[in-house]
């Protein structure tokens, strides 16, 4: 199982990004994806989950800025960006708890990270 993801880049403050992110491989089902971020010199944290339950959790510090959205038909999740503040400078990384189809063992799955610049 892969994720790969898109859409990061350098935006002025204030602005808005969309990153995209698609789960391939032998999936038999996809419990939760979801976004994470690493900044220069921090521990990676969550920034936003939906579950198999459409259960959404978003860390505080993006309420009401981030929003993200899932695509089970296509195991795709999205992430809508506005107002971005420079504090959001980090890498994103996409994440999926998979069952994987045949053996239907449960893994997790990061993807590589796209870099996302938020200049002041």
């Not at 419990?31 to 690493?38: F, S």
């Not at 990676?44 to 339950?53: G, H, K, L, P």
Request: charged share 20%; glycine share 10%.
């Amino acid at each position: 199982v892969q994720l790969q993801a898109s859409g990061g880049g350098l935006v002025q403050a204030g602005g808005s990004l969309r990153l995209s992110c698609a789960a391939s491989g032998s999936i038999f089902r996809i419990n939760l994806m979801g976004w994470y971020r690493q900044a220069p010199g921090k521990e990676r944290e969550m920034v936003a989950t939906y579950d198999i339950q459409d259960t959404i959790k978003l860390s505080d510090s993006v309420k009401g800025r981030f929003t993200i959205s899932r695509d089970n038909a296509e195991n795709a999740v999205y992430l809508q960006m506005d107002s971005l503040e420079p504090e959001d400078t980090a890498v994103y990384f996409c994440n999926a708890h998979v069952v994987t189809s045949g053996t239907y063992y449960r893994k997790e799955v990061w993807g590589p990270g796209t870099l996302v610049t938020v200049s002041s």
